[in-house]
């Protein structure tokens, strides 16, 4: 068992959030260059294997949070934002009507923000530089974040996943397992 964002997820739960949204991740790699590996460990991380609050309520699986150009749908939960006086306030996050649009935006978040640029100049299965870049980025505010990424990555070994097949290619008799 690990405890991801808080809540404590065991291994089976989140095998099965890795069976149900690896080859998503794998699409979404090959149409954007997001490492799946990342992708998984992120959506595993900031989710917790797809029980948080966050995901159960909005389909957001990667806590990103409305920004001022957001026009869709939109979740309130208390997060890390403060008002003046330094309480904790309710955070403004994306939502969506299915959890494979929270992937999606997840990736076009990453490839089409000239913040996250200097990622895509990175090899697709060099997930250190990748984690380490997220946190550089300022994608996340927790210190450990990088570290959090990695650990889940090779606990889980989702590495694997970053040279797959694009799974759009496959028939049923050749489909690996």
Same mark, same amino acid.
């Given at each position: 068992?690990?405890? @991801?964002?808080?809540?404590?997820?065991?291994?089976?739960?989140?095998?099965?959030?890795?069976?149900?949204?690896?080859?998503?991740?794998? @699409?979404?790699?090959?149409?954007?260059?997001?490492?799946?590996?990342?992708?998984?460990?992120?959506?595993?991380?900031?989710?917790?294997?797809?029980?948080?609050?966050?995901?159960?309520?909005?389909?957001?699986?990667?806590?990103?949070?409305?920004?001022?150009?957001?026009?869709?749908?939109?979740?309130?939960?208390?997060?890390?934002?403060?008002?003046?006086?330094?309480?904790?306030?309710?955070?403004?996050?994306?939502?969506?009507?299915?959890?494979?649009?929270?992937?999606?935006?997840?990736?076009?978040?990453?490839?089409?923000?000239?913040?996250?640029?200097?990622?895509?100049?990175?090899?697709?299965?060099?997930? @250190?530089?990748?984690?380490?870049?997220?946190?550089?980025?300022?994608?996340?505010?927790?210190?450990?974040?990088?570290?959090?990424?990695?650990?889940?990555?090779?606990?889980?070994?989702?590495?694997?996943?970053?040279?797959?097949?694009?799974?759009?290619?496959?028939?049923?008799?050749?489909?690996?397992?």
């Amino acid at each position: 068992m690990i405890t @991801i964002c808080s809540f404590k997820v065991t291994d089976a739960v989140t095998h099965s959030y890795i069976d149900t949204y690896r080859d998503l991740a794998i @699409i979404e790699m090959y149409r954007t260059g997001v490492p799946a590996s990342i992708t998984l460990a992120q959506a595993i991380h900031e989710s917790a294997s797809g029980t948080s609050n966050l995901a159960s309520n909005s389909n957001n699986h990667f806590g990103i949070k409305c920004k001022s150009y957001w026009r869709g749908r939109s979740y309130y939960h208390v997060d890390d934002d403060r008002n003046n006086r330094g309480e904790l306030i309710e955070s403004c996050f994306r939502a969506y009507d299915f959890v494979e649009d929270s992937f999606i935006d997840h990736s076009n978040f990453l490839k089409y923000s000239a913040h996250y640029q200097k990622l895509f100049q990175l090899k697709r299965n060099d997930h @250190i530089g990748w984690a380490n870049g997220l946190k550089e980025c300022g994608y996340a505010t927790d210190k450990r974040y990088t570290q959090k990424l990695i650990r889940i990555i090779e606990k889980y070994n989702l590495a694997v996943y970053d040279s797959w097949e694009d799974p759009r290619n496959w028939n049923v008799s050749s489909r690996a397992n």
